[in-house]
């Protein structure tokens, strides 16, 4: 279905624009005197959100190199968690879920079981489940945020970027990483 995106100059392309997003945060970081910083992170977001998309693609079509693949979901990841890392995600699908399933509890109110579903029985609910909930995300939240800070470190993004260049160059002199070190 997504195969015409594994096609050349796609892959080349993603890795050359990649590399120069991750190139000029590293250098600029934050910058309080101009918004080139903000328009850098806005772009490298999408590019960063493509780019692991891509490199899940190139997986499944099989016949590229793995250095492709493993600098392409690398810096994707490093470019995307520079922004998706600051999100709270643990807290909003807890609220959705607990919002949830006081809903779907009200509801059933309705219908069945309403000397049981009293409003504080559904709200005492919802909020278990909602901590519940938040708690097991939590961690995982923290584990992605911890990696991702360590993937978007603006040296460690420098150094990606550079490479992620490197290796799109090699590709469309139909080479890689991997056919050189490999």
Known sequence: MFSELASS???????????????????????????IDEIALFFGFFVGAFMIFLGIVLYSEGDWPTSTIIVMVVLGLGLFMRVFRKVKWAAIIAWIVGGGVGYGLYLLSKVALASVLTPTVIIVAALIVMLIVYFLLKFLE?????????????????????????????????SSLWAIFG
């Open 142 to 174: 923290d584990t992605v945020s911890f990696f991702g800070a360590i993937l978007s470190f603006r040296p460690i993004l420098f150094v990606l970027g550079i490479v992620a260049i490197f290796e799109g160059v090699l590709l469309f002199l139909d």
């Open 9 to 35: 100059p796609i892959p080349e392309a993603a890795l050359l624009v990649g590399g120069f997003i991750a190139i000029l945060l590293g250098i600029v970081g934050k910058n309080e005197k101009t918004s």
